[in-house]
Nanobody
Framework: VQLKESGGGLVQPGGSLKLSCVVS????????IGWFRQAPGKVREEVSC????????YYLPSVKGRFTITSDKAENTAHLEMNNLRSEDTAIYYC???????????????WGRGTQVTVSA
């Protein structure tokens, strides 16, 4: 599958953004889709994940209660709604597809190119 992110941008602290990840190819309903981020000088971390097979979700503790992941199987799209953004959320955000049968927490097989999110006054 191929993935393409959109929705990044510049937002003030406390603001909101909604990222989208369109997945092309067959079998979207069997994949887990993860959102990852990488800030300059830091390792990439998994922010959130949704397993389309059983609708289970995962959130990084620092974003729990602020970010919401959803999956639209009719549109083959996963969304990450981000509220109450903080400067430390600044990073390139990537979506990725985890091979069917493995679920959230496993290494993705495919990645998007990323979208920049900058939180600054």
């Amino acid at each position: 599958v191929q993935l393409k992110e959109s929705g990044g941008g510049l937002v003030q602290p406390g603001g909101s953004l909604k990222l989208s990840c369109v997945v092309s190819g067959s079998g979207f309903e069997d994949y887990a889709i993860g959102w990852f981020r990488q800030a300059p000088g830091k390792v990439r971390e998994e922010v959130s994940c949704v397993d389309n097979a059983d609708s289970s979700t995962y959130y990084l503790p620092s974003v729990k209660g602020r970010f919401t992941i959803t999956s639209d199987k009719a549109e083959n799209t996963a969304h990450l709604e981000m509220n109450n953004l903080r400067s430390e959320d600044t990073a390139i955000y990537y979506c990725a597809a985890i091979t069917p049968g493995y679920g959230c927490g496993y290494a993705p097989e495919s990645w998007g190119r990323g979208t920049q999110v900058t939180v600054s006054a």
